[in-house]
């Protein structure tokens, strides 16, 4: 599993990097891309641009979601992306900024619902979370400069009937 193994390596340079402290911002990725959910939300960045390849994701309130943050560039160094996800439109500008400055592009802000770590050039992340309740979630890209040019929308359906 060449990919498992990127990660690996990777989860083991940002503890490396930011001390057995800062542990919890990167939770194991192994672990979380092996952990049974009820939808998986890929958010593609796209190839050699500072961009996301959709503007538009969904799932029922309460399902268990991993959202994976699938970055294709190939060539720049620079673009690291990740998904933030935020409880309302006002949030984005003010979490966009602080990210810029903040411990692994994520700011202590309470508008956060959920984000993915960082994922370098080819990189793949994600986090699972459970699905707020119905509305509208703006996500964007804290990675410094981006957020800009990087908001999407995260729309929490209607819970689904119960399975027979
Ligand atoms: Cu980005």
Request: one cysteine or more.
């Amino acid at each position: 599993m060449p990919r498992l193994g990127a990660l690996a390596v990777l989860s083991l340079l940002f503890l490396v990097a930011c001390g057995p402290g800062e542990q919890e911002i990167t939770p194991d990725q192994a672990a979380v891309f092996a952990e049974p959910v009820d939808v998986e939300l890929v958010v593609p960045a796209e190839r050699n641009a500072m961009a996301y390849a959709v503007e538009r994701i969904e799932a029922p309130a309460g399902a268990r979601v991993r959202l994976v943050m699938d970055n294709r560039e190939t060539t720049s160094r620079a673009m690291v992306h990740n998904v933030v996800v935020v409880n309302s439109a006002a949030a984005m500008d003010r979490v966009g900024q602080a990210g810029a400055s903040a411990p692994n592009n994520i700011p202590d802000d309470p508008a956060i619902v959920t984000y993915t770590p960082l994922a370098g050039p080819g990189e793949q992340t994600a986090v699972v979370f459970e699905m707020p309740p119905p509305g509208t979630y703006p996500f964007i890209c804290t990675f410094p400069g981006h957020f800009q040019f990087m908001q999407g929308t995260l729309v929490s359906t209607p819970p689904a009937e119960p399975a027979e």
